[in-house]
Structures are given as C-alpha cells and as structure tokens.
C-alpha cells in the first residue's frame, strides 16, 4: 500500500509553519487566500510570505489557484497533515512514521509509534472523495452551515469519532482505546489482528455470532446505533475477540430513522454468517428489544437528537430537574440573543492563533496536554463563522440619528439667517412661512419613524456598503481581475485557432 511521505516535515521551518497556519486560518471564510491575507495572518513580511508560499506549492503542500472573482491559495490535504502531524510530535504522541495498513471510503489508516517505542494506529480522515461526496447529505456535520470545506468536515468527523471512542471505552465496549486527537487525526490503540472479513474459520460460530448480537443491542441501550456494523469494521484478535471500530456515522435511537438502521445493522451480520460460514439462526434482535440504560446520544450531541428529545431523556433517568430545566431555557434563550459580533480586530485575533499554534512550549510537558481533554476545547473557539460579519446596530443608529439632528439644526439656523438677511425684499412672509412649514414638517416626521424600522433601513445601507467595499478588496493588485483575464485567454485562444480550422 500507499505511503505518506513525511521526510519533509523535518526540513520546515517555524515560519513555513506559521504560514501553513495562516492559510488554514484564513480558509475559515476564504475559498482563496490572497498572498496579502496570509502574510497579514502570519505577521510576516509580504517578500518572504510570498517566497515561502512558493515553496510550500512545490512541495504540494498548498495550492495556487485563480479562482472566478480573486486568486489565492488553499491547503491541500498533505499541508492539513503536517499542520496535525507536527502538533503530535510535539506531545510526544507520535515520534515515527511506518507503513499505510488500511484505507477506507473516508479514511487513511498508518501504523506510528510514539516515545515508548509502542506502535499505535493512526487514522486520517479524509472526507470528499469522488466515491464518497454524498456525505454532505447523509450526515448532519453541516447543521446550519450552507456550505463548507472537505478539510473542515475531515476535522468535524474526526472530532465526533474520538468523542464516541472516549465514551464507549469508558463504559467498557470492546473498541481500541483513544489516545490523542488533532484536527482531522485520531490516534488510537493497534489491534492485533484482521477484519472479520478476512476470517474463513472459527472456533465456535454460534457464539460469535451472540457476541456480535449482544453488542448490537448493548449500543441501543445506551442510546446510540452503529449504522456500519458490518464484516469491514468489526477487528477479531489473534485470541478471537471482536473489536469493534469506525464510529463516525453513529446516530442516536431516538432519530427518525434509528429502527431502519438497527434492522440493517442484524441484518448485515446474518447475510455474513450464513454466507461465510452456513449459520443461520432463528434468533436475532429487534428494535423494540432495546431498554434505554444510559445517555451517550446526549453526551456527545448525537444525529437524529433534538433538545426537547434530551431534556426528556434526562428527566427521565433523574439527571434533571424541572427547575433546572426552566433554568436552561432562560440560558437559552438569552444566548441566542446575544450575537458575536466580529470587528477589526479579526486579524489580531488569527495572528495571536498563530502565535499560540506556533509555539513549541506549549507542548512540551507531555502530561499537561494528557489532561488538556480535545473535546472540552470548543470549535467555536478556533473557527470563524461564515457569512457577513454582524453589526451593532444600536450604536449605529444613535451615530445615525445624531448626525440627523445635527444637520436639521445647522439647517434651521441657515434658514433664520437668510430671512434677516432678506428682510428688504417684499417675498418675506412667504419665505418665512415656508421655513417654519417645513422644519415643523421634518420634525414630525423625525419623531413618528419607528425605531425598528429605522434599524433595518441603517442594517441594510450598512450591509450593501460592506459587500461594495468587499468587492473593492477581491481584486488583484496590479492585474485585470479574474473574470477579464479568462475572457482575454478565450479570445486569443479563438484568434490561434482560426488558422488551424481555415477561418478568417
């Protein structure tokens, strides 16, 4: 099988490291990083940005590509494993690099070692394959997202594997054992053995075949179900013990479509068995033989669950309270309130994450990070959320209003001027009249205009300024933009070929 070529992790620099870490930063709500961006990121010159950017794209470690509106630059997925793989080695997880021992529709698996000199396994997520890109629509790793990034998703998938991995071990379910977690990379415990799919004999059938049943309904009393439990992803060891491995598409038994994925869970292990080995039994679980034991599904947000379904769970088993679920609400409800609001200190903030992630000190002390758990640190922390950036709205309309009555007033002592000035003339009255007609009109109409609408008018002009000054921002400096280059390509490409073809 494939190898990861790694032999040039140890020949990168800090600085190569910080810029790898801008792109990742700025591809949180850029498609394309523009060479500007990142060296703003990084805090680096822009001269020595743009040479180490050249020789992470010759390593193929980043990506140049001009996009429709604006040229930039994008992680591939080797530069997304050295940015994991150099954290590991510097916790102390994973000191060498061996061989590839598996490789699935989403996933790379490899064999390290870390200090001791024991060999784990490390497992690469790769989401966004050509075989596997309706994923987008059969997991809910997107929630309210309309779009994102296979890097992104890789992280989101990884994440929730290592969070169902900790939960299982700790209630004793025959998996291997989580040991550390970085982005889109888990490391877990080497098992010694094969796939089920590799074993043609075995000592006793029958009772194989009730462990393997027994676990099925284990899983639902605990809330969740498998959803891939199949001959590929259950591991027998060289003592005929079932592992059972690969959690990521895990949902929880009160999903809408939890009894069709039980039912096809049994059902794969019984076409397996009286395949391979000629067993076939009468009994088999069903759905309705689950009884709820514990929360898992609650514990790590599974698929399928809403929070009115966990507030019920928990009432049920005694976790909570009435009072403490109105509690809860009130929480709730005031966080959804609350916007988070994004200035112009975005960039301060990316650089102070580049700071931090390039920082060797802070992951020396191996056991400092041992009790750091991945899972208590937040994505919300780390990630940027898409879309336009919110808006105070409130100190927007007080600067707006004040201006207004600014104006109105400098325009009123004008009018009361002009009118001593014109006294002379004979059209006196009627100037005046139509003065104090329309300030008694402008304050009127000042006073009757709705706060709420006011609100949404400035949040509007605010929200068209921005995208025009955005548009401003995409364009390359020093070059036609993309679009009327690509149109220039085309018609020389057309001018070229009319020789070819006889046109004139």
């Not at 690099?97 to 396994?121: L, T």
């Not at 990316?350 to 700071?355: D, F, P, R, S, T």
Request: hydrophobic share 35%; with cysteine; proline share 2%.
């Amino acid at each position: 099988m494939g190898k990861l070529n790694v032999t040039i992790l140890r020949y990168l620099t800090r600085d190569d490291f910080r810029v790898l870490t801008a792109i990742e930063m700025g591809m949180k709500n850029h498609e394309l990083v523009p060479a500007s961006l990142a060296a703003q990121i990084a805090n680096l010159r822009y001269g020595g940005v743009h040479k180490l950017l050249k020789e992470l794209c010759k390593h193929r470690l980043l990506s140049y590509e001009r996009g429709k509106h604006y040229d930039g630059y994008r992680l591939t997925n080797s530069g997304y494993d050295y940015l994991a793989l150099r954290v590991l080695a510097q916790r102390g997880t994973v000191t060498s690099f061996g061989n590839q021992i598996g490789i699935g529709k989403e996933s790379n698996i490899y064999i390290v070692a870390n200090d001791d000199g024991d060999s784990v396994c490390l497992k690469l997520h790769r989401l966004g394959r050509t075989c596997f890109r309706n994923i987008k629509s059969k997991r809910d790793y997107h929630q309210h997202r309309k779009s994102a990034s296979w890097l992104y998703l890789s992280r989101l998938s990884a994440t929730r594997e290592y969070a169902y991995m900790k939960a299982l071990y700790d209630r004793g379910f025959p998996i291997p054992k989580p040991i550390d977690l970085n982005r889109h990379c888990v490391v877990m415990e080497l098992v010694e053995g094969g796939p089920l799919c590799g074993v043609y004999k075995v000592d006793d059938v029958g009772l194989l075949y009730d462990e393997l049943m027994n676990l099925i309904v284990k899983l639902g009393n605990h809330g969740v179900i498998h959803s891939d439990f199949n001959e590929f992803n259950i591991m027998i060891t060289n003592s005929g013990k079932p592992i059972l491995i690969d959690f990521p598409q895990m949902i929880s038994t009160e999903h809408v479509d939890a009894a069709t994925y039980f039912e096809r869970d049994v059902k794969c292990v019984r076409e397996f068995f009286k395949r391979r080995f000629n067993y076939e039994s009468e009994l088999y679980p069903t759905f309705h033989d689950i009884s709820r034991e514990d929360c898992i599904d609650v514990e790590i947000k599974a698929s399928g669950l809403t929070k009115q379904m966990e507030k019920d769970l928990l009432k049920e088993i005694g976790m909570i309270k009435v009072e403490d679920e109105e509690t809860e609400d009130e929480c709730s409800e005031s966080a959804s309130e609350e916007n988070r609001s994004m200035d112009d200190s975005e960039v301060n903030y990316l650089q102070l994450q580049v700071e931090n992630s390039v920082k060797s000190e802070t992951f020396v002390n191996a056991k400092v990070n041992e009790k750091r758990d991945p899972i208590v640190a937040p994505l919300e922390d780390y990630i940027i959320e898409e879309g336009v950036k919110n808006i105070d709205i409130n100190k927007s309309v007080e600067s707006l209003t004040s201006i207004k009555s600014y104006d109105l007033n400098e325009k009123h002592n004008e009018r009361t001027t002009n009118s001593v000035l014109d006294a002379e003339t004979s059209d006196v009255e009627e100037f005046s009249d139509s003065r104090s007609m329309y300030t008694v009109h402008s304050s009127m109409t000042n006073a009757t205009i709705a706060p709420e609408l006011i609100k949404k008018k400035v949040k509007v002009a605010l929200q068209k300024r921005e995208k025009r000054e955005q548009s401003k921002r995409i364009l390359v400096k020093g070059e036609a933009n993309a679009v009327t280059r690509i149109r220039r390509e085309n018609k020389d490409t057309i001018k070229q070929s009319t020789g070819i073809w006889g046109w004139e």
